[in-house]
């Protein structure tokens, strides 16, 4: 990709309306717009890292069993009627009536569409266990939508959700579901504390929530400094070892659930089991906000100049900047450069603005390119090319010949390790 092509407007100011680091960084690094309240758009950068998260959750959810299908976002109100959760999810639900003056809402969350498929396609006991899941756009009219993508009205979201014969059943599924989680947060660099957790509006008994550390975090937990046992309900004490237990934030990123037959019971979703009883499909359901891991990632990592993405997820894994574009030797060492990228399977940015070096510069710290290869003065006159490490900002020096094996060991050094 050339900058100059690149549409990503940024921002040298910080805008007024973003509270946390995040929101103001994926605003300033032109990954969002705001269409409405709690509403926002992504633009290319910023749906480049959505997609790469993305593909490491279908990558684990494929790997633990999963099975990837699209459920409709426009349920009819009947549904969620059959649940008693027409009423009990309040003003939260986005509804609306057809042209029949039919009730209907925008999806929250799939409970029960997924169930009105498996009660009408899940017969017996063969089919099961089995595990369906979606990356899809969900909806809700957040009391105080605020922090950018972190608390929208219309978010992204994967859900799965498990059937299984039997509780044990359901353990094995959770179990897989809890696993495949921690190598999605592991593959995107974050470090996170599991805490069992209050299952709310979507019920059951067992459940765990993933959260990443960090200040602005609307999420309170408590750490046990000797153990590292972790909780979100108020405890002064270690119930493990005694310890005192220091008070962190945490941003929730995922959420588990076991709901046994919280859904199949009144919906009817009955199955035939071995021993020729019917008997109600047990259920689990599995979600992570995908934009709101994405606004984690930065509040986890970042400095004043801007994201410092790790590479996992950045949208883009170099930016080739040459510091002078209407030095002829710069830009054709450039150009080469981005080509022998291309071809080498790097994901590659190259800056072929006519804008000072420091503007350009301060552009690539603000949307945290990983790796920064610089062409500039010392090209012209020792013929060595610099490249900069955003991440801690270590430089280093390499011929042209010898600047790809640098680059691999870079890449190869900040490569998530799970
Ligand atoms: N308004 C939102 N904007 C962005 N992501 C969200 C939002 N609400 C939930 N999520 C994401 O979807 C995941 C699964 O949804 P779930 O219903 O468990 O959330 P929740 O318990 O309502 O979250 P919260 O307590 O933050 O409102 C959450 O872990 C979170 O990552
Ligand atoms: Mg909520
Ligand atoms: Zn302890």
Known sequence: MRMSSLFA????????????????????????????????AFLPLGLRTISKITKIIKEEMDRAGGQELLLPALHPGELWKETGRWEVYGPELI???????????????????ITDLAR??????????????QIQTKFRDEIRPRFGVMRAREFIMKDLYSFDRDFEGLEISYQKMYNAYCRIFDRCDLS??????????????VSHEFLVLADSGEEKLLICPTCNFSTTQDEERCPHCGTDLEEKRGIEVGHIFQLGTKYSEPMKA???????????????????????????????????????????????EVAIIPINWKNAKQREVAEEIYQESQEKGFEVVVDDREFSAGYKFSEADLIGFPLQVIVGEKMSQEGKIEVKVRKNDQRWEAKKEELFTLLFKLKEELASKA
């Open 270 to 316: 009955y199955f035939v089991d071995r021993d020729g009883e019917e008997k109600p499909l047990i259920m689990g359901c599995y979600g992570i906000g995908i934009g709101r891991t994405m606004a984690a990632a930065i509040e986890a990592y970042h400095d004043d100049k801007g994201i410092q993405w790790p590479l996992s997820i950045a949208p883009y």
């Open 9 to 40: 407007p940024t921002l040298k100011e910080n805008p007024q309306e973003a509270e946390i680091v995040s929101h103001s960084f994926m605003l300033r690094a032109g990954m969002i717009r705001q269409l409405s309240s709690g509403i926002y």
């Open 95 to 113: 509804r609306l009536k057809d042209r029949k003056d039919r009730d209907f809402c925008l999806g929250p969350t799939h409970e029960e569409v």
């Open 120 to 133: 009408r396609e899940i017969r017996s006991y063969r089919q099961l266990p089995l595990l369906l899941y």
């Open 192 to 205: 996170y504390e599991v805490v069992p957790a209050e299952s709310g509006v979507i019920g059951g008994a």
